[in-house]
């Protein structure tokens, strides 16, 4: 839907307006696009800000705990030439209990991130 809007200074412009509200697309931008995009969308940049620093820092010490475990599990296969085990064997008997929570922790931001974006979505819409 094209709507015309005439600026301050007159000069009237053709501008396209969303029809898709707040309350659905924020959600579904912290779902599926990355978690606290939806709270930018809904104009609250430092809780927006925060929860993308969040999964960053999350993502970060996530992947660089799984390469420490790969590598280590690797260099289990090159200690001798007896330990013929394939790499999911070996993985098996290392600790992923930090990998574990790290997700839990991301999934609890994430599924955070989505509810608020439509709580503040919605209070937006009523306003």
Excluded: H
Excluded at 51 to 76: E, H, N, P, R, W
Aim: proline letters at 4%.
């Amino acid at each position: 839907m094209w709507t015309r809007l005439t600026l301050i200074d007159n000069n009237p412009r053709l501008i396209y307006k969303n029809p898709m509200k707040k309350y659905i697309l924020a959600p579904l931008c912290s779902a599926f696009i990355v978690p606290g995009l939806g709270q930018i969308i809904n104009q609250s940049l430092k809780k927006g800000l925060f929860i993308l620093s969040v999964v960053f820092f999350l993502f970060v010490v996530g992947t660089m705990k799984l390469f420490f475990i790969l590598q280590s599990a690797i260099a289990d296969a090159n200690a001798g030439w007896f330990n013929t085990a394939p790499i999911g064997e070996r993985l098996q008997g290392k600790d992923l209990t930090v990998l574990w929570l790290l997700l839990g922790l991301f999934a609890l931001v994430w599924v955070y991130s989505i509810l608020d974006a439509f709580w503040v979505g919605k209070e937006l819409e009523r306003q």
